[in-house]
């Protein structure tokens, strides 16, 4: 039996030549988003301080009305010019602090939350529209 020393890879003459290697696939150019990973966890994030912060605003003055009628009711009984009484004036304070949490969810979201959220539309929109030309 004669080995062919030119090519090793055939053990007999008769032996037909092994294929060649497949030429490496080309994958179509994948194209990153343009937005960054975490933008719509930051967005949600944004979205949460907003509502935490007016929220809290709001209903933690609330509260503190009802504490200070429960457990100080002499306190709330005092008067603090003639004929009006610490309590009353602490109702009526209620509906300007309602429109300071208001006004605070308003400042938020358009210092930071809306053009979060503009930047995120965008970009998807061009994302889109380069998905689309594929």
Do not use: C
């Not at 994030?45 to 200070?68: H, N, P």
């Amino acid at each position: 039996m004669s080995h062919n020393p030119s090519r090793p890879d055939l053990t007999y003459p008769w032996q037909p030549p092994p294929p060649p290697p497949a030429p490496p696939r080309r994958r179509p150019a994948h194209r990153t988003p343009l937005g960054r990973p975490g933008d719509l966890r930051i967005l949600r994030g944004a979205y949460r301080r907003q509502r935490r912060v007016a929220t809290l605003t709001a209903l933690g003055y609330f509260v503190l009305f009802l504490v200070l009628s429960a457990f100080a009711p002499s306190l709330m009984t005092a008067a603090v010019t003639a004929g009006l009484p610490t309590g009353l004036l602490l109702a009526l304070i209620q509906l300007p602090v309602t429109w300071l949490a208001i006004a605070l969810y308003e400042r938020t979201a358009r210092r930071h939350v809306d053009p979060l959220a503009d930047r995120i539309r965008k970009e998807s929109e061009i994302d889109a529209r380069r998905g689309a030309t594929r």
